[in-house]
């Protein structure tokens, strides 16, 4: 199996593989937005707060977030203790379409991200190089990532969003993502 990256760069074997499972998984989220006015991108239509839109916003930040991990370390995703009540009220804003925010705008937001993350599988220099993840409650202490398993982390991160989307979307007006 082999991929282009937006640079041209042909990538082959476990590279490719990453490729194509991020693509599959971006594109069955992306397409639960279909059709779609901004409002409808907005609208929760389950118990959660999570909305199309929101959704999207989430797994684009968390994709960025992971991406800069890999280059820059446990840095890139800042220090939890050190959260204040105005970083955990942004964080739920991740979840949710803001006034002014559009779907356009959101998933272009969402594709610049996707082509920064692809040309870093494409060109890093090994996917064995990791990280000590940062302290967190929901790490383990002292683990160590590698730029493989971040990678792996966001497919799975993308797939699950994915699912949710399905769901929020079916709910909103029937419509599904496959079946």
């Known amino acids: 199996m082999s991929d282009s990256t937006p640079l ?3 990538v082959t074997g476990e590279r490719a ?20 006015t901004d409002e409808q991108a907005g609208q929760r239509t389950t118990a959660s707060e ?3 839109g929101g959704l999207i916003k989430h797994v684009a930040g968390t994709e960025r977030g992971w991406a800069e991990f890999i280059v820059e370390g ?19 804003d991740e979840f949710r379409m803001l006034p002014g925010e559009t779907l356009a705008g959101v998933l272009k937001e969402y594709d610049g991200v996707a082509a920064r993350t692809d040309e ?7 996917l064995d190089a990791d990280q000590p993840l940062p302290t967190a409650p929901w790490f383990e202490p002292g683990a160590r990532w590698s730029a493989r398993r971040v990678l792996l982390h966001i497919v799975a991160e993308t797939a699950q969003h994915a699912g949710h989307a399905d769901i929020i979307r079916e709910s909103l007006d029937g419509a599904k993502s496959m079946g």
Not at 17 to 36: E, G, I, M, P, S
Not at 120 to 126: K, N, T
């Open 8 to 10: 041209g760069q042909t």
């Open 17 to 36: 593989d990453l490729l194509a499972a991020l693509a599959k998984q971006r594109h069955f989220l992306r397409f639960t937005t279909r059709d779609l």
């Open 50 to 52: 999570l909305c199309l």
């Open 74 to 92: 446990p840095s890139a995703m800042g220090d939890f203790d050190s959260m204040t009540e105005a970083d955990f009220a942004a964080r739920l």
């Open 120 to 126: 870093l599988i494409a060109s890093l220099p090994s």
